[in-house]
């Protein structure tokens, strides 16, 4: 088949869930729920921690910048998603395409960072409590943020380019929910090997490195924790660091079968490769106020405050 210049190729056709076709008004509804949760409580805390100044702390500071990145990476995947489930919009411009995939990868691994800044920060409040004002300055605080930004914005800027200078002569329907580097790769006519294992392999360099410090930080805030003279005090460092534990593993071990599933599952069905993506991108925006915010009492206390005065 003779290649078709992508400048005629204007559209790509998202299939959604393939052999599920008939279910995504119902998928639709717990993703639609997933989404609103995520949207007001992302929200809640970065107007909380911006009003309250009490709260311009390291560890509030980054959850802001957490915040943000998880709103972006819900809205640049959602309310497209659920266009395709709802109304059957399944066409989507290829330059659209190619941003949206660029704002999911290039934004995942944001997240990722801003998981290991906060890892840092806790190992800093609780190791090392005396240096911690000056260790984490609001200046050092800006410059982790800057470098977690422009890290992910660097490796992931290329993925559009590479894409849009290939011929694709094959479908152009994406077996996916959602424009994915890897799904839309497939479709091009020429050898693509190279392309894929950059993208490969930033994604694996990236998770490992950020996804080891992130271990390490928590080895060692465990030990210190375990030495702590007050029970009740190791107790409740210990559910803190527990309930951050698990929002970490959650997007971790999602990124990695996402991973695996493309470097090694090829037997895996595609229903439940795209399902694990998809949670992969929503379940963390989802699990982070809550824990990090509606966990944390000095979150929890003015939003209370503020709805009591409302009542009032």
């Not at 949207?39 to 921690?49: E, K, L, P, Q, R």
């Not at 698990?246 to 490769?273: K, M």
Request: hydrophobic share 50%; proline share 5%; aromatic share 12%.
């Amino acid at each position: 088949m003779s290649p078709t210049n992508v400048s005629h190729f204007s559209a790509f056709y998202l299939v959604g869930i393939p052999g599920l076709e008939y279910l995504h008004t119902w998928i639709g509804i717990p993703f639609c729920s997933l989404y609103v949760v995520a949207v007001v409580g992302n929200v809640t805390i970065v107007s909380v921690v911006r009003a309250e100044r009490s709260l311009h702390e390291p560890m509030f500071l980054f959850l802001c910048m957490l915040s943000v990145t998880d709103l972006v990476l819900s809205t640049s995947t959602l309310p497209r998603m659920l266009c395709l489930f709802w109304l059957g919009s399944h066409q989507i411009a290829f330059d659209a395409c190619l941003t949206q995939m660029f704002f999911i990868h290039s934004f995942t691994a944001m997240e990722s960072g801003f998981f290991l800044a906060m890892a840092f920060d806790r190992y800093v409040a609780i190791c090392e409590p005396l240096r911690h004002a000056t260790i984490l300055t609001n200046s050092r605080i800006a410059k982790i943020g800057g470098a977690v930004v422009l890290r992910g914005m660097a490796f992931f800027s290329p993925h559009p380019i590479l894409l849009k200078q290939l011929p694709y002569c094959r479908s152009h329907r994406i077996a996916h929910t959602y424009c994915e580097f890897m799904a839309v790769v497939k479709l091009a006519c020429v050898d693509t090997g190279s392309t894929k294992r950059y993208s490969l392999s930033v994604a694996s360099v990236i998770g490992s490195c950020d996804g080891f410090f992130i271990a390490i930080s928590y080895v060692l805030i465990l030990r210190a924790v375990f030495r702590l003279p007050s029970r009740e005090a190791s107790l409740k460092a210990l559910g803190t660091c527990g309930s951050h534990v698990c929002v970490i593993l959650v997007f971790y071990s999602t990124a990695v079968f996402t991973f695996l599933t493309h470097r090694f599952g090829h037997n895996v069905p595609p229903q439940v490769h795209i399902f694990i993506a998809n949670m992969y991108l929503l379940v963390p925006p989802f699990l982070n106020p809550i824990v990090y915010g509606v966990r944390t009492k000095k979150i929890r206390d003015y939003v209370l405050g503020a709805l009591r005065v409302k009542v009032i």
